[in-house]
């Protein structure tokens, strides 16, 4: 099976500017989480979506980050405007989701440079 | 609240030396514990995992057992080879609250 699809990989902007991920989940996972990696660091939750209801948003910095599922599927996670201190790896994973083993599924990542 | 402490790295290990690789943990309840391992350029994925107490988690050549009583999953290899250079994440995963937290990640270097 196919596996989570993230793009961009990288970008690069300059503070104040908006950007947008993209994320695509494996083929029926109802769960979908979007992550912040910083370097040396361990994810850290930004949100977390079961179909297209947004479960647990508490760490998402509502103020400048949005994020959307749109029809349970694919999801898209924006920041507007960006500040330096959001260079960082965005992680986006799936999982089964109900009474599942608990295994996440991860993209790739897309790397944010904010100049 | 949840949190995972790893051994600080990096750790740099010859070809064929035993790995130990300590994660300890705090959790209300029962949770599910996991290693994730990052190969360079990849994304994270799950190397092995464990449910509950006493349980072995086992793949590639790695353990780790799920210690209730140290709350501890720590993970090793008996033999490490220069393709397990990456960075382990140790992870725990609380079922009802359907949320994991990790660990800072230990980067691991092999040298032949």
């Known amino acids: 099976e196919a596996g989570v699809v993230q793009s961009p990989r990288y970008k690069i902007i300059e503070k104040k500017q908006p950007v947008a991920f993209w994320c695509n989940p494996i083929s029926g996972h109802n769960t979908l989480y979007w992550y912040l990696q910083n370097l040396g660091q361990g994810p850290e939750l930004l949100i977390r979506y079961e179909n297209e209801e947004a479960v647990d948003d508490s760490q998402l910095p509502k103020d400048r980050f949005s994020a959307e599922r749109l029809k349970g599927v694919d999801s898209t996670l924006k920041i507007q405007p960006a500040e330096l201190g959001d260079s960082a790896v965005y992680l986006c994973a799936s999982s089964r989701g109900g009474q599942d083993t608990g295994e996440l599924f991860f993209g790739e990542g897309s790397r944010l440079t904010v100049l | ?112």
């Not at chain 2, 350029?41 to 449910?51: C, I, R, S, V, Y």
């Not at chain 2, 709350?71 to 393709?83: A, D, N, R």
């Open chain 2, 1 to 112: 609240g949840n949190s995972v402490t790893q051994m600080e790295g990096p750790v740099t290990l010859s070809e064929e030396a035993f790995l130990t690789i300590n994660c300890t943990y705090t959790a209300t309840g029962y949770p599910s514990l996991f290693w994730y391992v990052q190969y360079p350029g990849e994304g994270l994925q799950l190397l092995l995992k464990a449910t509950k107490a006493d349980d072995k988690g086992s793949n590639k050549g790695f353990e780790a057992t799920y210690r209730k009583e140290t709350t501890s999953f720590h993970l090793e290899k008996g033999s490490v080879q220069v393709s397990d250079s990456a960075v382990y994440f140790c992870a725990l995963r609380n079922t009802n609250a359907g949320k994991s937290t990790f660990g800072d990640g230990t980067t691991l270097t092999v040298k032949p």
